[in-house]
Each structure stands twice: as structure tokens, then as C-alpha cells.
């Protein structure tokens, strides 16, 4: 390794643990009463759905009751966490960062798995950590949509573990898990399962091994959709409900004034009206500080819709040297579908800061695909987008830090 090349990797590592520092140091200063998870796990240890009192802008009420729209397996993983500290827990960001190194460790299986060099391998763990919206999911994760996609990226990322290995059935309930959490990860079960399959497996048609990984992937994966149908219908009446309708509705006499409860009460949850906003932010917007002032010299912030996927994680571009094989092709209907969801979505993941959140709901599948794409002779042009990729991020922490406390 050349003298710039360590020079690189101790820059990213620099960055990397002040991310962490930024992290730690954020949970000991985490406040209580800020995740509406916490109302949750506590009504699940009362054997309840509803609860009383609300934390955010995530809750709404049907027949008399409150309820949480998020979906449920983050509550049920803090349950232990609310039932050793109570309701006014606020351990949330060391949680979430306990579960991310957890997620990290899982990578680190799978890329060997693949047969990844070990340095790339660390490039790679250094890139989904650092150089995503991960991270900042982690510090904010005082908050439930980041802490949900904390919970959703690791069930996510173990899933494809368990297919890797062959387990099918395992991989069918972690992706269940991350359905309960993401609801938008129900798009990765065809790659999941693809990467499950041998070589020597058909899809068309289909050989005895396709039907019966099929079968058992399927029937634990529904057991994950079938409890979340039961728990809409107990809660709003409506298997499909999960409760945006209602939050819509609740819009119209919401106080808050964000950009988001205008779209909600003048326009609604879905319109062609978001494609060309979403369509610029997830493909075009950079990295934008907010100035003000006479002058326009007085920083004032950054922008909470985000930057574009490939502003915020530029090495994303390495996956034009992935070898073509036909999970490309099942990789494609896990990131598509969501893609086409968001340009007509009234919300593109505000308030994030650097980068888009719902890349989380489709970062394992490239991944993976990054793990084979990122050969040693590219592994150094790699190295450096993914440090650029820390440095914002580390960027991001550090101007909210000054301008929001």
C-alpha cells in the first residue's frame, strides 16, 4: 500500500470515529419523552395496541384511541429497554448504535461469504457505516422514523446473511422483521430469495430446489404479513389501513406548519405533484448550506430534504462495474418499486439533512452488488468516494451541531 493509500484509509478512519464520538456523545445527552416507540413497547407489555400521550407527528387517533402509524417490531425490540427503565427511557441512541454494530458485524460475514478481500471488505463496512444516512439514523435515532430504519437495515442485512447461507426460513422471518419495520423492504423478498437459490437452480422452469426454498421463504415471510393485516384490522377496522389516511385527514386542524402537513392537507398522501421536487432530490440535488442574512453570510443550516443519492454516497457509481448475472435483474425489482414510490410520495424522508433515508430500504441489494463490483485495482478510487461520502456526513453532524445546538 502506497504512502497516499494509508493516508486515505487513516482520513476515513479519522472520520469515521468522530462520527462515532458525534454518536456517544449524543446519547448522553439524549432527552426523554422523544420516541413514540417507547409509548408503544409499553402498551405491548400491557397486552394493548393503543396508549395515551404521543411524542411526535406519527400518531393518530381512531375510535376513541391513539396509535402509532410506524410499524410495530421496532416497539417490540425496545420492549426489554422500556421494561428495564420504564417510560421515560432514553437509551435509544446507544441502542440503535449496539444494533448497528450488530448490522456491521453481519456485513462482515457476508462479504466474506462472497469471498470479498478483506481490505475491500472494510472499505465496504466503512461505506454502509459512514458514508449513508445510516449514521445520522443513529444519532437521531431518539426519534422513530431513523430508529426504525436502524431496526429495518439490520433485519434487512440478516436476511440476506441467512440466504447466503442457505437458510431460507431464517431469511423469510428477517425479512419479515424488516417488513415490520420498513414497510417498503417487502420489495427486497425476489432478491433475497434469488441469492438463496445455487447456480444449478432453474427459475424457468422452475427446479425442485426454486419450489421448495420458494415455498418455505414464502410461508415465513407471510407470517410477518398476515400479523401486520391482523394488527391494521385491530386498530382501524381495515386490513390495508396502516393509518396515513387518517394522519392526511388529522392535517387539515394540525398546528404544525412543515412544508409536509401543507402537502398532506392541500394536496394529499400521493401525487404526480411530488415527481419533479422528489425527482430532483433524489437524483440531482448536491450538499446545500443555508446561508441568510442581509449578506447572506449568516449559516443558518442545511437543507432538510436531503441531498441526492449519489451526492451524499458518491460511491454508489462503482456499481456500473458489477458483473451481470440474473440477480441484477431481481436486484432491479427491489429497488425500482420503491424508487417509483417515492417520486410520487408526499414526503422524500424530511428532515434528513445529507442524503435521501429510504435508500436504507434498498442499501443490502447494493451491497451486494458493490461487493462483487469493487475489484482490488478499483478498490483505491473506491476508497476515496466512500471517504468523500464520511467527510459530508461527519459535515452534516458538525454544521447541525453550530446552528441547531
Not at 422524500?348 to 443490502?364: A, E, S, T, V, W
Request: charged share 10%; with cysteine.
Amino acid at each position: 500500500m502506497s504512502l497516499r493509500h494509508r493516508l486515505l484509509a487513516f482520513a476515513a478512519f479519522l472520520a469515521t470515529a468522530a462520527i462515532v464520538a458525534a454518536i456517544a456523545w449524543r446519547g448522553l445527552h439524549e432527552p426523554a419523552d422523544t420516541n413514540s416507540f417507547t409509548l408503544l413497547a409499553d402498551a405491548f407489555l400491557n397486552g394493548r395496541f393503543d396508549f395515551k400521550g404521543c411524542y411526535d407527528f406519527e400518531c393518530v387517533r381512531s375510535g376513541g384511541k391513539t396509535y402509532l402509524i410506524q410499524p410495530p417490531f421496532p416497539a417490540v425490540l425496545s420492549m426489554p429497554l422500556v421494561a428495564a427503565f420504564g417510560l421515560h427511557v432514553h437509551y435509544y441512541i446507544f441502542f440503535a448504535a449496539a444494533l448497528t454494530a450488530l448490522t456491521l458485524l453481519v456485513w462482515w460475514r457476508v462479504f466474506m461469504r462472497l469471498g470479498t478481500e478483506p481490505a475491500t471488505a472494510g472499505w465496504l463496512l466503512v461505506a454502509i457505516f459512514a458514508s449513508t444516512p445510516l449514521a445520522y439514523s443513529v444519532v437521531r435515532s431518539d426519534g422513530v422514523w431513523l430508529f426504525a430504519h436502524v431496526v429495518g437495515f439490520l433485519m434487512a442485512s440478516l436476511a440476506v446473511h441467512e440466504a447466503l447461507a442457505g437458510r431460507v426460513v431464517m431469511a423469510g422471518l428477517a425479512l419479515g422483521c424488516a417488513f415490520l419495520s420498513r414497510q417498503m423492504t417487502l420489495f427486497m423478498f425476489p432478491f433475497v430469495f434469488a441469492i438463496a437459490l445455487t447456480v444449478q437452480a432453474r427459475l424457468l422452469p422452475p427446479s425442485r430446489e426454486t419450489i421448495v426454498k420458494g415455498l418455505k421463504m414464502g410461508l415465513a415471510f407471510s407470517l410477518a404479513v398476515v400479523f401486520y393485516l391482523f394488527y391494521n384490522w385491530s386498530r382501524f377496522g381495515l386490513p390495508m389501513e396502516t393509518g396515513h389516511n387518517i394522519l392526511a385527514a388529522q392535517a387539515a386542524t394540525s398546528p404544525d406548519i412543515t412544508p409536509l402537513v401543507y402537502r398532506l392537507r392541500d394536496i394529499g398522501v400521493f401525487s404526480k405533484d411530488y415527481v419533479v421536487f422528489n425527482f430532483f432530490y433524489m437524483f440531482l440535488q448536491g450538499f446545500h448550506a443555508q446561508f441568510t442574512g442581509p449578506t447572506m453570510l449568516k449559516l443558518e443550516g442545511l437543507d432538510p430534504f436531503g441531498a441526492s443519492f449519489l451526492a451524499a454516497s458518491p460511491f454508489l457509481l462503482f456499481l456500473f462495474f458489477c458483473p451481470r448475472d440474473r440477480t441484477i435483474w431481481f436486484g432491479a425489482l427491489a429497488v425500482l418499486p420503491v424508487v417509483l414510490w417515492l417520486l410520487f410520495y408526499h414526503s422524500n424522508g424530511f428532515k434528513q439533512y445529507n442524503g435521501i433515508r429510504y435508500m436504507l430500504d434498498f442499501l443490502p441489494v447494493l451491497m451486494v452488488f458493490l461487493a462483487r463490483a469493487v475489484r482490488p485495482e478499483l478498490r483505491p478510487a473506491f476508497g476515496l468516494l466512500v471517504t468523500w461520502g464520511v467527510l459530508l456526513n461527519l459535515a452534516t453532524i458538525g454544521v447541525l451541531a453550530v446552528t441547531r445546538g
